[in-house]
């Protein structure tokens, strides 16, 4: 589902057909009772890379009626400001379908990854990776609230030294992140991980009718939709 909706997504090239795809994500979503928290929270905090998008794509797209000049300069166009929408509303396609990996536990997707013989390590590893990114995020926040109680007002600051102020922190954030990585290989030599060859699981994800259907349907509507598109 993911890649069928990201490829859809490159491909069209219009808000009207982008926002048709972002109307069938979100609906999708809604009937994988995926939580919408994650979508907003991604959403929001890339808000200013959206608008900065929009404003570098709508300057130096050239075309179509002139909306802004600066002297005889054109500065903003209509063709440019359409392109900008055409690449936030992608975004927000590609963000709402990464969305739809959060709706299965890690456990489900190693085993499932397991399961398409892959071999277990790679599929830890996986795994573990999804688990870390938010650790990293925590550790960030952990540091600069530290700076913050401090009396030291990161909005105040220019922004040369504070581009140098966060180049400093990424050493507690990595070292933090280290020491996680140390502690959690402890405990996974103390499992008695990778001592047998082979694993045994409680449980085995199976297919079922709707799976099978949903894997038909999915890349036949993207291909027919691509087909389509390219006609045109």
């Known amino acids: 589902m993911v890649v069928c909706i990201s490829t859809l997504a490159i491909v069209y090239n219009t808000p009207l057909q982008l926002l048709w ?14 939580e919408f928290n994650y979508l907003y929270r991604y959403i929001w905090k890339l808000l200013p890379l959206f608008l900065l998008l929009l404003v570098v794509q709508s300057v130096f797209s050239r075309g179509g009626e002139v909306l802004l000049m600066v002297g005889t300069i054109p500065l903003v166009t209509d063709y440019g400001l359409l392109q900008g929408l055409n690449v936030i509303i992608r975004m927000f396609v590609i963000i709402a379908s990464a969305v739809l990996l959060v709706s299965t536990g890690s456990r489900d997707i190693v085993l499932g990854l397991v399961q398409w013989k892959v071999p277990y390590e790679i599929a830890f590893m996986f795994s573990i990776a999804l688990h870390f990114l938010p650790g990293f995020r925590e550790e960030m926040i952990n540091v600069v609230t530290a700076i913050q109680l401090r009396g030291i007002e990161l909005k105040k600051i220019p922004w040369g030294k504070r581009i140098a102020l966060y180049s400093r922190l990424i050493y507690p954030v990595v070292y933090g992140a280290v020491l996680k990585a140390q502690q959690f290989s402890v405990a996974m030599e103390t499992r008695g991980f990778r001592v047998f060859p082979q694993r045994t699981y409680l449980r085995r994800l199976r297919f079922c009718l709707l799976d099978y259907v949903l894997l038909l349907i999915f890349p036949v509507m993207t291909g027919l939709l691509i087909v389509q598109t390219i006609q045109k």
């Open 21 to 34: 795809l972002l109307s069938g994500t979100v609906i999708l979503l809604k009937v994988l009772q995926v």
